[in-house]
Every structure is written in C-alpha cells, then in structure tokens.
C-alpha cells in the first residue's frame, strides 16, 4: 500500500520559510492539530488515487546559511502568526529530526542578492564534476540512512538572478561537455541540482523561477535516467489569480487595457528579490501568463514586487484592471490578496511530491505536464488558463483512476 | 446567407438601459463608430457559425412605462456618459424607427417594486387568454410587417418580485387549465411574455431573474412549438466574477469562510431592487452560485444591493473573501468591480439573439443548455463554474462548426 | 504624585472583548512586553500632564454573563490572535485578580438583541431604587477595599437597543421622580449605571452608543455631585475615519455624492448589533457626523454592519465616496480598513480614565468637552472634525501644563 | 468693486490639460454651465473677501510645444471626458481667445523626460539675459494689450528633471551674477520665468515640483519687486489624502509601519514622469510629507508613479498603510483614489491667481505662507497637516475679513 511507503523529500533552501511551514505542516497533520485544507490532492478527485501519506515523509535537504529549523520556525511564528504556539510544540521532534538531515548548500552564480541573506559556500569552490558528485553523495547518503522508497528533490531556494542559457544547454551531450570541463561561470546552482537530482534517479521539483531542469539537456537527463521532473515557479497569490481571472476578460470578448500589478512583501525572498538582476527573473514569469490568456495580448501590463519589511511572508498584492467592453465603455476591476506566501505554497510543496513520487512509480519520465495548473511557466506545456489547467490534472486523475482499477489495462497503456 | 437573415428582436422592458444600449450600440456598429468588443460571438471560435448578422436585427417591444427610445438614451448618455454624443447622432433613426414599434407593456403580479418607475398597464386587466392573445397579436403583426426571417424575444424588463409556483405549473395541461380559468393571481407578467413568445414560435430568452419561462410547463410549450428558450438571469458583473473566482479556491482546497457581496447601483433596477420583494428574488440567484462552486459550501455568505443614486448605471461592487488555508492561516481577497452594467449587459443580448435564431433555424427545441456560461441560474444546468460552462459553448461551436462544413452529415445527426 | 496614585476602574461589561484587551494589556505594560502605542495620552502633548499611571490601575466591574477573565483573554487570543501567549502567560495574574472583582450586572431593557448573549440579570426584578442603591455599594465597597484615590466608572456594555427619552428625563427632579416611581419601562440599564456612579461622585465614561449619562438630567447629577462624565460610543474605526477625512472633501469644496459605508465584523458586539433596535441606535451615530462635516451635507449616504462571524474582532470596513468636482467631474474614493477592534479601542478606555480622574481632580465637573476627539457623538459638542477636535484636547493640555507650573494662577482661573 | 477687476493670467505650459480645464471651466462658469464647486475660494469662509472673480480673467502664457487650445480641449474631452460637448461648445470662442495669446515657451534645462513631447526650444538659444528680457517683455505686451489691472503668472510646465541649486542661488546679488554671466547650465527654465515674472511686478504661483520661485535669490527678488509669490507642487490626490490621514494615525499614536503608496496615470505628465530623473524630484515631495506628519517618522515608506496611458488624467493611486497599535496588533488601512487629475487641479489655479492678485493688490511680498494648504511643499512652512494649513488660510480670511470692514484699521495693520 503507497499510503505506507516511506518517501523523503530532499528540499533545496531547506531552512526557508516554505521548507519550514512544509515541515511542520506535516508534523501538525500528524498530531491532529491541522486538517489537509490547502492541499490539492486532499480534494475528492484525488482521493482514490494511490498517492504516499505525507504523514510519512521524511525530510532533509541542502541550505546555504548557518540555520536551524525550530530557530526558523519559531522566528517565522513570531513575525506571521501561523506557526501558533500549539503547532510548534508539537513540530519540535520533526523539525529537529529533520535539521540532523541537512547538508550545506551552494550558492555558485546564484547572483548579488543571494549575498543579502547567505555567504558564499564552500562548495562554491570545489570543480563541477566534484559538485555535482558530492550532491549525489548526500542524496544517496540520506536515501540509504532512512531506508527510502523513494526520494524526491524540491527546489525551493530563493529564485537566482536572470539567466541566459548558452546554446550548448540546448543538448545533454554538450551540456555534460561544459560541465566536465567546468565552465564554471555558466552553471547556476539550480542546475547543478537538477542534474544531480536526476542523475542519481530521484524526481526533481523546481517550485522557483530559477533555471533549474527547465534547459532541455535536462529534460533529457530526466529521460535517460527514468526519473520525471516539472516546474517552474509555483503560483500560489497574485499570478494565480490572474491566471483564473484573465480567462474570463477573454471569453466574454472585453478588451483589457492596462493590468498592472504590484507586490508587496517583507520575508527572505523579497529581500533577494530586492535585488534587480533577480527581480527581472520572477517578473518575466509573471507578466507573461497574460500575453498567452488574452487575445491579442493586453496594451499594456507591468508586475511589481517591493519588498515592505514589515509585512513579513504576508504578501499584499493589488492589481488593477483596465478594461473597455461594448460601446467603448471603459471600466475597472482591483483587487488586493493578502495571502501567507509559506502557507500558501507548503501544501503545494506536499501535492507536487507525492504526484511526483506516483509518477515515478509509475514509470513516466520527462516532464509531468499534467502538474502545469501548479506553475507560472509551466515546461512544455502552452496552456496558462488555471481552469484548462486544472482540467488536465483531473482527466490525468480519472485516467489513472481507471488503470488502478484495471491494472493489467493500464499495463498495456504504458509505453 | 444568414449573414443577410432579418431577424426581429422583441425586447420586453423596451426602453429600459439595456434595450437602448443594445439598440444604440447596433447603430453604432452599423455607422462603423465602434467593433464588437464584448460580443461573445465575434471572438474566433465563433466567428465560422453561421450566425445572423446584428447589423440586420429589427427592433420592437413591449414597454410599460411612456417612453420613447431617442430621449431614453439620451438621458442614459448624460447621466453615464457611453452613449456620446457621436453615437447619439449616429443612433437617432434607428431609435426612432424602434420607437415606431413598440406596444405597451404588462405589469401584472409585478410588485410593489415596479410601481415606482411604472403605472398600471391597461392590459393588465383583461382576462388571462386575452392578455396572451393580444401579446400574440403584437408579435405576428411585427413580423409580417417587417418581413422578419424569425422573430426572438428577449426579457429585459425589471425584475419581479419573489414567485412561488404553484404545483400546476408543473405540467403544461393543469397551466393551461389554471390560464384558461383566468386564475390572474397566479400569473406574473413574465410568464405570460413567456407563453405568448413560445405559442408564436418565437425562441425566447430569459435575461432577468423574474420566472420567464422557467417553469416547466413553459418548458413544454418550448417543445411543443419547437421554439428554443433559454434563461434566467445574465451574468454580468459581481456574479460573473464569482463564478470565474470560486472555482480557483475549489481547485487549491482553500477553505471560503465568508464570501461577502456589496452591490452599489442607481439606475432604475437598482431602484426597483430597492424594495425587499423584488431585492429577495435577486440576491438568491446571486448567493446560489457559491453554494455548488465551493466544496462542502461556503460557510457563510450574504450578498447586498444598495440603491446609490448617483452611480446610475455605473455599478459598483465590492467582495470580501475570507477563506483559511493550511496551518490554518486565515487570508483574504477582496475586489471592486466598477462597470457600466448595460454596456456589459447589451452585447450578450446581441448574442444570444444570435445563438437563439441559429438554435431555431437548426431545429433546437427545449432548453438551449449550451448557453448556461450568460446566466446566474441557468435552466436545466448544473455547471456553475464559469470556465466549464465556457467550455460548453466552445464544445457546441465546435460540433456544429464541423456539421455547417458537411450540411449531410448535420442532417444525419438532428434528431 | 499622581503617578503613584491607585485609581480603580470599574468596567461594565467587564469581560467584553475591550475589557479583557485593556486589562491584559495594562498587564503587559507592567511586564514591559508592549509599550504604549495607541495610547494618546502617551503622545509628548500630554506626557507632562500629571497624568496617573495605567500600570496602577486597579479593575473591577460588572458584567452580565457568567464569565472569567482569564477564559475570555484565552479565548480572544484563540480567535484573534493579538493576545499572544507570552502576554496570555503575563496577565494571568491580573486577570485573575480583576476576575475577583467582578459584580454580576444589569440587563434591564437592554433590548433582546443582547438576550443573544446574556440571561435576564437577577437584579433586573429588584425596584429601581433598590437597584441604584446596591450599583453604588458595589463601588463603594471596591474602592474601600483597595483604599483607592479615586474610581472612574467605564461603560463598555454592548450597544442598548433605540431609546426614546420621556420628557422628564430633561429635569433631574422629574427624572429622579420617575425613578423612586419604579417607572421600570423607562429605564435601561445604562442610565442606572451612570446613575449610580455620578451619584457615588465617580467620574463616569460612556464608551458606547447606550444613553448612559446622555440626558440633561444625569448631566445636572454631575454637576451636583461633582464627579464630571463624557460619552457618547468611542471612535476607533470607520467612523474615525470619516471624521479625518470628510473635513478634506469639504476644506477643497469638493461635493460628496454618496458615503456608502458597509462595516463587517464577528465579535459579541457584532453579534448583537445584528439584532435591527440594536443597528439602529449605532448607525444613527455613525451616519450623523457627515451630516456636520459636509457643507450642505451628503446628498446620499448609508451605514451598514454585517455579522461575519469568521472576522472575530477583525473589523473590516469598505466605504465609498462617490463625489464631483470642477467641471462636473465626477470621482471616486475607497477605502478598506482592517483593524482589530478592541486593541483599538482598549488604550482610548486606559486614556479616557487617565483625563477623568485628572479633571475630577482638578475639580470639574458636567461634560468633558475637550475629549470631543474620542467619540463619535461627543456630549454638547457641534465640532466632528476630527483635527479640530484634537486640537481642542491639545488646547486643554497646553492650559493645564501652565497651570500645573504656576498652580496659584490656575487656582484663580477655576470657577 | 475688485469683483471687476481685469486679472490677467499668465500660464506656462499653458496648452497642457490643467491650464486647457482651467481655462474652459472659466468659460463653462461665465456660461452658467457649471458652479464652482472644487474651488476653495467658493466656500463660504471666503466669500466676505474681495476676491476677483474668475469670470473676468483673461488668460494668456507660454507653451513650448505646437498647440492650439481648442484642439487640445477637444482631446481632452474624447480621451478622458469632463470636457463634454455642451462645454466644449460654450468654451470654444475663449479657448480661442487665448490662443491667440500664446507665445513660444523655454525648454532649457528643462530634462530628458521633456524631449518626450515637446522640442527644443527656440528662444533656448538666447544668452540667459536675453532670454529674461524676452519673457518680461511678453507678459508687458500682454498686459498692456489687455489693459489688465494686474497679472499673475501661473507654472503648470512638466515637472523638470532633478535639480541642484548651486551655492550662490543663495543670494540675489550672486545669483543675478551668474545668469548675467550667461551660466546656462545653471538656470533651469522655471527659474528664468520666475525671475522674469518677479522682476516684472508679477505675483508668481510654483504649481509645480520644479525649482521655480523656490530658491532664496528668487525670494529675494519677490520682496525687492513688491510682488508675493507661493509653491510647491500643488497638491490634488494622493499627497492630498496622506497629509489629511496621517495626523489621524499620528493623533492616535498609531505606529505607521510601512505606508506605499502606487500612482497610474496616462497623460503628458505621467509620460515626462516616466523618465527617471524627473521621478525622482516628484517623488521626493510625495514622500516628505510622511516624515514630518508622523512622530518619530514612518519605519518605511515609498511611493511610485507609473505611467499608464490607457488611464488619460484619470490618476488612479493605491496606498497601503500598514500600522501597529496596542498590545503589537498590526493592522492596515488601503484606499485606492481615482480622480480626474486636471478637473482637480483647475479650480486651484483660479484660487491661487485669486488668492495672490488679493495680496498683491493689499502690498503683501514674499511668500505667501497662509497658501501652504495648496502644496505638497510649501515655501518657508514647516507644517504637513492639511486640516492645521487650512486652519492658517481660514486665520488669514477671518483677519482680512475684518479688515476689509474696516479700511482704515486694515491699513494701519499694514507693514
């Protein structure tokens, strides 16, 4: 039964605020103290699904700062509420089993914001094949130490600056090629990640907007060695909502003039985010979801995202909505969502490794594009209207559902 | 060509905002002043149906109240601006020639709230089959006259108060029975519109949330004239915005605690609204949807419509949503919608004319389901969500896109 | 000094929401976990004053339900937050000390809103005069027992239903009359209590919308016993709010069209405001300052309170002003206040007791003018502008601190 | 009877959308098509002054772009309303008026963001002492032609970029010693009209961020001329509101934590505005404010204008203020303003050239500090709270209310 099996999750950025409100949302799920409200595969349709308990998972992961979880989870309680008093007793135990799992992390072409909040690593140092080899080293370690089923890695470090991928990346050969000749100034560390990830067969998660295994010599790693792989950039408050609300200027014909959107908030990440070289990253993934949902585009859109210390993780985001309908009547939709990022995104965290974990089980390789309903922008899928999407996770669902109940068919499905 | 079709259209409530924006808004098209932004039927998937072109529509109505279109619209531009002073020159002799066909309305069983806009109407104290006859009479005198292709009529007259059905309109025998009896206390104007429109042939569109033809009597009448209808109640604002909303809380498990609604408006339904009656059918239809849209309901809503003069037709909206997510966080969204509700409301009028006369021509009868994605409680449709309903338009647009290519196979698969 | 004076503060309604919030945090002050902030009386104008010192502050009071201080203070923080554990852990003592104090209350015509939360008090039965008489041994044996310099009593009740004074109560004679009468229908609850208290010579606040000292004839009873009063329903929020912002619509000769203000929240308070008698007298206070602060008043405008009861003391408050301009132009504000009710209101009920026991030692006697800036129907003031209001406290504090520093001349300014 | 009198006004940038409103309202007054609601001096505290009356201007300025009134009046109408067709009739023979009174403007120094609409100017090329000469002999012209009882000269120019003075704009002897010596890197084109207009016997209105009258020299030159001169940056919306709120949270030692506020708009101002250099001197003032009206200042603030062209003048502004009160509870307040940046403005301008040829014609110099109430940053005033600036403008009305009863006592008070 998967609802027993032990599956660890290996989190990239593991002492942030979405690793630690991931980690003791599991720890309060099992002391009852918490329901699974917030997390997608609790909902009905996913139910007979043959998925992992989360109940079960077991964490670890890399973090480039000197940090601890409790002191992390404590901090983040004390500044957002959330992680009450009751919730952090009883997470105490996890998150102390969880520090003993972490391993130092790398920072290598991260950018000049990542220097806000941590120094550079030592790894850092080390050539690119030792890097890549020592990060297998640790996923293995931890894999063989906890007698895992299965592990999962999760990118959720703060997002790298702006990245061009050289046109070399557009291959696994030539990409291995830099890499054995440590072009170094060429790997960000989220791509060193990825290809440790999927070279030591372990599904790979990118919930940021870093590179990650976004570069198709990755996807092909994911290929060669079995293991799937999806992102890039959970949306969890301002970008979700435009993704369900665009579609609905589009279907009713009215001509959106203007959308502009501005963030506020105050936690690690829009502290790096401060930093404009990583700002132009997250932005791109943002503003683009309208171009695909409008027809004919909107006239005219801008994202910001200011960084207001004393918000915390709450992020507070209005955006307004220009908008012309019949008769050349102009007219106007705002709103503002005031949300908590790291409880937002933290179940997100739990749904993407357990449908990662099934469909690794299950044999699929490459990208899991029936998880795009959980990015901005989403690998290899086109489709950015958050209902379509979701559609394709349920009919993935139905399907699966079908095979479960018919295995020998669902054999015969299998390519 | 259907292109060149002449398809009439009977507004009720004829010079209501909605019925002169419609009709001013056709001229404007005709005069080349605007496009056909926030008509449904102009995006791409629709544009390959062979609909009636509005450009050809010939207006006529019933109006309970005396008024006269040309005076109508030029107050609605003083008081909302849209219908500039460019469009009004332009729309002058269309509205005339419209004013030219309108008959005096039916106010029976309409409320308190309709007797602070209208008087009684002498109609209303004939017996019940005159009534019908005499609404007949105007129908058929109207198409011959004008030589129409077909003949739709649309409900846009004010809403009527809350309507409890008796059991005999459950069946289309015992409804006519109770007609026939000249039993007038249990007819409300809009059923009887309803009767007269579906006897003649006419399809019909139920655009308010008064009864119409929701009833399944009326239904059978649909069938047995072979006239389609459809209803009850446009999507246009707050609604619209709520059906497209909820689904994404649905989809992230996220649990709605409250989900409260504030309508501002001061035209003149917000000014029959104003009476509680009236005020009640309203806000059921509006409140309905977050029932079926959310999992396990919302656990508390209220939606409220205030009379605010000086808005007029410019309906302003504010919603507050509070909802939990895992942890427990607690987070809100709100909005305010600020639109001009019959600029929004008058091209879906086009529309479903268009989706209606095309429905007739192809032999449709009953209930046109296919339109559920216009309406806050749509006859005989389940789907609240307003991405799926969309979909339900798109799927019908596809079928008969195919059948208009391959006319025999079309024949082939009517029933 | 009078820092060093014991002041006790006798609260009715004494394990409400703005009770627990005030004790609690007088308590917090002590332990130094919080510092002043939203106290006035801790802005640099006042701190000169000699003013006595909150952290002496000795509570007692009446309430109605059967209810603990500590219970009510871990119940609020539950569902607030706001009350945090360490300050939970802080006040425990002090609350339990105040618990101590407590005095089973009054309901009498109360209205049957606040039968929501509350049994028919047992002394309710008691005559009238019997009543006053055992109010005023409970202060009288709190302040013997705890040696206090002075008492202020506090009225925090929830809101009374509408109230139509007789005639008689403009005269104190026909007013007491009335009184040893047992004319018991005449009578609510608040009036007793502000009975009681001036009659014990105990200054005396009116925190809320009740009529408590409001009548001519409870004002004369201040006069003779020399213990001065002020009221009426503190302003904290919405109505703060309107009373800074209208003078800037007026000060420009901007003309406000509408003022639509839709309040929400989930406290006691809500609860029983939810009861229509109750609304009304609140929203009549609420509304009436526009009609002061806008030239010509406000051509529309409305108030509305909604229970939500996921809100808790979260009170949530959207307005819309609607206005025009030069050339006709016609614009809008909004708004949307999220403020936690009772920490708001909590310091004004620790700044008001501070003014009181000033001027009672000072000798004054009757209404309290110079705190108009507190209340949203300040007693015998025409001024709602917020900023002059402010400006009259400041003015006060500027003669005091004079006269503080040459105390002969201060004598022979007082009457 | 000063009602009488024939004021000229001078207005630089005298085609932009302020300057066309202020002109066409003036026109839309004289036709009885509008009331003066929006202008201050309209309001009854100010009615007993013997102010000029707006209907006798006559207007005329320079403007450095290729313009015509009428046109530009028509575009404002299309584009953003206000301007209706009935006002524009009525105000075409004064729009036409003025044009003919339109001279080639000043572009030196003026800043990039300039060169977005308009060109370099041709007058540009003058040494600076001629360029001076010019200009006065413009306004002499103009004056003489009109036979104008006085002349008030209004800047409503683009905000120009950043700006620096150099030491010697200390003083008048210095700074007439540069521009003699033709230093034109030094002298940015607000400076040179300002000079010209001082040095004509010219009130002069700063309406805008620009350096203008604002140095100690230009002072300086204000008192030797006999000729008042007030500024900076006319505050109409955003900045308006904050220095209206902020006294309130201050009043109630409220901590302001973070307060952003997010300006769109669309017209030629926000385009200039777009360009960094100019932003940063506009933002500069919005922001100022802040600090001087919060105790202990605001822990962070920031504020953005971004240029949205689909809005027009319609300046739609977001502001968020995040605060903390009693017991550490933090809380927010937001308000999103949209108003018609020009229709607010207008009335201004005619209060100020009212207001100014007042104290000219009672022999005031210098600054005319009890304007303060008008600007963001007001010349030699400390004081940022509106209701406190328009407290010192109803002082200044009251005193020279009394005065103007009794001439004689009036002029004896004179310096």
Redesign the interface.
């Known amino acids: 039964m998967s609802n027993e099996r032990r599956v660890g999750v290996w989190l990239i950025g593991a002492c942030g605020s979405v690793s630690t409100?991931a980690i003791?949302?599991v720890e309060?799920l099992r002391a009852g103290l918490?329901d699974?409200?917030?997390?997608?595969t609790?909902?009905?349709d996913f139910r007979s699904l043959d998925l992992a308990a989360p109940e079960n998972f077991v964490f670890g992961g890399h973090e480039a700062r000197p940090a601890d979880l409790v002191k992390e989870a404590e901090e983040f309680g004390r500044a957002n509420?959330?992680?009450?008093?009751e919730?952090l007793a009883a997470a105490r135990p996890g998150l102390e089993r969880a520090s003993a799992n972490l391993r130092p992390g790398l920072t290598l072409n991260c950018g000049d914001g990542l220097r806000r909040v941590a120094p550079v690593a030592d790894r850092d140092r080390l050539p690119l094949p030792e890097i890549v080899e020592s990060l297998k080293r640790d996923l293995a370690e931890f894999r063989s130490r906890h007698a895992l089923d299965d592990l999962v890695v999760v990118n959720l470090a703060s997002a790298e600056r702006e990245f061009a991928a050289p046109r070399e990346f557009a291959y696994l050969e030539s990409f291995l090629g830099l890499l054995a000749a440590d072009r170094r100034e060429l790997f960000p560390a989220s791509v060193l990640y990825a290809t440790a990830a999927l070279e030591s067969g372990c599904p790979y998660v990118n919930f940021t907007s870093s590179p990650g295994s976004s570069l198709p010599a990755v996807d092909e790693l994911s290929r060669r060695h079995g293991a799937p792989h999806v992102g890039r950039d959970a949306k969890t408050g301002e970008t979700?909502?435009k993704t369900?609300?665009a579609?609905?200027f589009?279907?009713?014909?009215?001509?959106v003039?203007?959308w502009?959107g501005?963030n506020?908030l105050g936690n690690r990440d829009g502290l790096v985010l401060d930093s404009p070289a990583h700002k132009e990253a997250k932005l791109r993934d943002k503003d683009a979801v309208l171009r695909d949902l409008l027809?004919g585009g909107c006239?005219?859109s801008?994202v910001?995202i200011?960084y207001?210390?004393?918000?915390g993780d709450w992020k507070?985001a209005?955006d307004?909505i220009?908008f012309?309908?019949?008769?050349?009547?102009?007219?106007?939709?705002?709103?503002?969502?005031?949300?908590?990022d790291s409880?937002?995104a933290?179940?997100l965290v739990l749904d993407l490794v357990r449908f990662a974990e099934f469909a690794h089980r299950r044999g699929e390789r490459g990208t899991m594009r029936h998880l795009a309903?959980f990015f901005k922008a989403p690998y290899a899928v086109e489709e950015h209207?958050?209902?379509?999407q979701?559609?394709m996770l349920l009919d993935y669902a139905q399907e699966h559902r079908t095979r479960s109940r018919h295995p020998a068919a669902a054999e015969a499905g299998r390519p």
Request: hydrophobic share 45%; proline share 6%; aromatic share 8%.
């Open positions: 409100c003791a949302g309060a918490i699974r409200t917030g997390m997608v609790d909902l009905e509420g959330v992680l009450t008093p919730i979700l909502l369900a609300l579609p609905m589009a279907a009713r014909n009215l001509r003039l203007s502009e501005h506020l027809p006239v005219h801008r910001r200011d207001v210390p004393s918000l507070t209005w307004f220009h012309s309908g019949f008769l050349g009547a102009r007219m106007h939709l705002q709103f503002t969502w005031h949300g908590c409880a937002l933290a179940p309903c209207n958050f209902h379509l979701t559609e």
